[in-house]
């Protein structure tokens, strides 16, 4: 499983160098995502590296390789928003998203959030069972990106207990 890896809040790391690693390697991480590159490179937008930073994490391996990594806000209104997870493909299927959202949904609760939830393309095989591990509520949002540009809306309550 995840095993040996550790998670390394933003806060601890350089904002500007992580953000442009994981960019420089968006398409080994997003590899298999139904998300084009432009989409995937406007989920970085450097707001959640440098402003927002404390409710990311990255997870690293014992050799000091980048496995995956979330990028995630609470909100006044008190819900926890997963703006995104990836995890490099030599790392899916060990736990690393799970982690990596649990990690998000602990920090969520201990600042007030009431809820955790993600937004995705509809069809994408491995987002909708993460969500579905975690027992996420599912609804269709039509053009919820967009015309055209449909997405499934995922929600959990919090805490994840």
């Excluded at 809040?9 to 968006?26: D, H, M, N, T």
């Excluded at 990596?100 to 009431?114: H, N, Y």
Aim: proline content about 6%; overall charge neutral; glycine content about 10%.
């Amino acid at each position: 499983m995840s095993a040996g890896l550790r998670l390394v809040g933003f806060e601890e790391l350089s904002a500007g160098a992580l953000r442009e690693r994981l960019l420089a390697r968006r398409s080994e991480f997003w590899s298999g995502s139904t998300l084009d590159d432009e989409s995937v490179r406007a989920l970085h937008d450097p707001l959640f590296f440098h402003q927002l930073g404390g409710f990311g994490a990255l997870a690293r391996t014992p050799d000091d390789e980048d496995a995956g990594y979330l990028l995630g806000v609470v909100s006044a209104d008190r819900l926890g928003v997963v703006h995104a997870v990836a995890v490099h493909p030599s790392w899916r299927g060990r736990g690393v998203a799970r982690r990596l959202v649990e990690r998000f949904a602990t920090l969520a609760t201990s600042v007030g959030a009431r809820a955790v939830q993600a937004v995705a393309p509809p069809g994408d095989p491995a987002v909708l069972s993460l969500a579905r591990r975690f027992g996420a509520h599912e609804v269709a949002a039509p053009a919820h990106a967009g015309p055209g540009a449909d997405r499934v809306l995922l929600t959990r309550s919090l805490p994840l207990d």
